[in-house]
């Protein structure tokens, strides 16, 4: 068992269950290399400020050094009886250099050591989640390209309501992921505003620490400007986790379109055999899978987030063992989404639309109603009239199995003479998506600008000061 770092104060050894229950090693293992990455700084900038010497500085960087590489390649392996990360480093760099390293951990505490590290684990986990979030944007976009001019009927109530085109649905994802991106970017921003290294336990210390040296160094704008505000609070890890539930909620809405768009009633869409299952018994079967378990999985991610929010939710100043449950939560949040953004991506890239299919439900769905009545409307007829009169057309196509486009101009007439032969174009599913010109529609060149307007704010936010 490895040996507690607190055991002075105590003559009684821990009872296993506690040390069991207490040990985080499990789950915190996971931010060695943001731990050492720290300490290097850290000992640094004991050095610089003359607290330890010279010679230490550089045995603790050369003992840090060999444990990262070490690590990597195999020679080492974490001490799962280790009761943190923290220790585990810190015992071993005492193990490979002596005394020097059981002088790196002069000046900071583990509270202000955990919170620095999780910082430094999220900031990195963030930017590769940013990555994946572009690249699922950008596959939109290539598939809104293709798209852009097939009609299809969008949707309110899941009722057929007006015609839009696929690529026009396709992009109203990419707005919402584009938000995404920008709600983690900020939240990363604010936790990268601040670095709580050298907060001490709550009460900062008596050595004359340079923080700004370290928080530089580290890629924080300044250190935390409050010692117990900076151990004592994890509401970064709170918003990123609430931008990744917010981001998973998108990607549960799209995977629900995708459930309908490629069902038998719809088949709108055919997904890649890669990315579907059969079933054991069924085999007509093609079961969307993926898209199912982004669906179910969003559930968790919403789990995650609220674990943070009542862990934080009645705990005094300042550090308590509560937040030791932040890391689970945060870590789970992060590994879930980027699973399903991994899973997704090329599941969209390889889905083959079916347009022939969306037109056929687009005439179906008497979506060029309201285009019908601004007809009348235009050739003077008050709207109520007009709406009255082309919902009495509507009723006698349903009762005759008819859509709009097959009456004839004699049948059209029969219910107001204003109709004449102009009638269907006014009412050809493609002039009807194509009429709708106002920015942000459906036409083709509007879905083709939205899709350059999304590439130039990729391209405008692209990259990370600390990628």
Known sequence: MAEQLWKGRFSKAVDSRVNDFNSSIRFDARMIEQDIQGSIVHSEMLGRQG????????????????????????????????????????????????????????????NDQVALDIRLYLRQ???????????????????AEQGAGYVMPGYTHLQRA????????????????????GRLRDATARMDAECPLGSGALAGTTYPLDRFYTAAELGFDAPCGNSIDGVSDRDFCIELTGAMATCMMHLSRLSEEIILWCSWEFKFIELDDAFTTGSSIMPQKKNPDVTELIRGKTGRVYGDLNTLLVMMKGIPLAYDKDMQEDKEAVFDAVDTLSLCLKTITPMLATMTPLPDNM???????????????????????PFRDAYKCTGTMVGACIDAGKTLEELTLEEFRSYSPLFDEDIYEAIDL??????????????????????????????????????
């Not at 007006?162 to 991106?181: C, E, I, K, N, S």
């Not at 309201?370 to 007829?381: E, I, P, R, S, V």
């Open 125 to 143: 986990a963030s930017a590769g989640l940013q990555q994946q979030l572009r690249e699922l944007i950008e596959t939109l976009c290539c598939q």
């Open 51 to 110: 607290i330890i010497s010279a010679q230490d500085v550089e045995q603790i960087h050369a003992g840090l050094a060999s444990i990262l590489k070490d690590l990597r390649s195999g020679a080492l392996e974490i001490d799962p009886a280790a009761e943190d990360v923290h220790t585990f480093v810190e015992q071993t760099l005492t193990a490979r250099v002596g005394d020097a390293g059981k002088r790196l951990h002069t000046g900071r505490s583990r």
């Open 430 to 467: 493609t002039r009807c998506c194509e009429g709708r010109t106002s920015y942000g529609g459906p036409t083709k060149a509007s879905v083709l600008r939205q899709v350059a307007d999304v590439r130039q704010k990729l391209k405008e936010t692209g990259g990370h000061s600390h990628e």
């Open 162 to 181: 007006q015609p839009v085109t696929f690529g026009h649905q396709l992009m109203a994802y990419a707005w919402m992921l584009l938000r995404d991106l």
């Open 359 to 381: 037109r056929r439900a687009a005439a179906k769905g008497f979506i060029n109603a309201t285009d019908c009545a601004d007809y009348l409307t235009k050739k003077g007829m």
